[in-house]
T-cell receptor, first 114, second 112 residues
Framework: TQLLEQSPQFLSIQEGENLTVYCNSSSVFSSLQWYRQEPGEGPVLLVTVVTGGEVKKLKRLTFQFGDARKDSSLHITAAQPGDTGLYLCAGAHAGGTSYGKLTFGQGTILTVHP | NAGVTQTPKFRILKIGQSMTLQCAQD?????MYWYRQDPGMGLKLIYY???????DKGEVPNGYNVSRSTTEDFPLRLELAAPSQTSVYFC???????????FGSGTRLTVV
């Protein structure tokens, strides 16, 4: 079983602060996806990173895939109350019968106070 | 513009009862999945399917069953419900090459 350790589990910050969420594994993934989930809804895909060392930006969110494709980070600059939610990282298994399946981290509950 | 539709939204079952959670997608995705989400545990894969007539077990399949007779539908069957099956269930779909999943809005199931 491939595991993804996500940290921190909880993050409570003030509006305007910066934050980073980490996703680590001892396994290699073909891609790493980040999702955001709001209460009562399903997760929504934010980004997929595929290449080792890849960096993607989505407005104030910056996603990075580790060089060895075992870890990833999500950095939010100047957080806003609208960023509040559950953030999930998910690693895609590569090849064979595992293709398409995702292993999810435990999630980070982010609360941004006005 | 429906995406992935799950029904029901909420359900309370008594121990030993059975039910089927419905999932339908209109994006012509080949792959479909069932996950359960428990607090602090992320999402665990129950079953998945790579196409009509093809299903396989995920990480936590015990107590569940699935079928995939069409590309659009992927129902999840709970036989003999147990309190350990109290959870939020999500259905998702994707293309084989990604870029990621489209999730339904979930079914919150309580077994009492």
């Amino acid at each position: 079983t491939q595991l993804l350790e996500q940290s921190p589990q909880f993050l409570s910050i003030q509006e305007g602060e910066n934050l980073t969420v980490y996703c680590n594994s001892s396994s290699v993934f073909s891609s790493l996806q980040w999702y955001r989930q709001e209460p009562g809804e399903g997760p929504v895909l934010l980004v997929t990173v595929v290449t080792g060392g890849e960096v993607k930006k989505l407005k104030r969110l910056t996603f990075q895939f580790g060089d060895a494709r075992k870890d990833s980070s999500l950095h939010i600059t100047a957080a806003q109350p609208g960023d509040t939610g559950l953030y999930l990282c998910a690693g895609a298994h590569a090849g064979g019968t595992s293709y398409g399946k995702l292993t999810f981290g435990q999630g980070t509950i982010l609360t941004v106070h006005p | 513009n429906a995406g992935v539709t799950q029904t029901p939204k909420f359900r309370i079952l008594k121990i030993g009862q059975s039910m089927t959670l419905q999932c339908a997608q209109d994006m012509n995705h080949n792959y479909m999945y069932w996950y359960r989400q428990d607090p602090g545990m992320g999402l665990k894969l129950i079953y998945y399917s790579v196409g009509a007539g093809i299903t396989d077990k995920g990480e936590v399949p015990n107590g569940y069953n699935v079928s995939r007779s069409t590309t659009e539908d992927f129902p999840l069957r709970l036989e003999l419900a147990a309190p350990s099956q109290t959870s939020v269930y999500f259905c998702a779909s994707s293309y084989p090459q990604g870029p990621g999943y489209t999730f339904g809005s979930g079914t919150r199931l309580t077994v009492v």
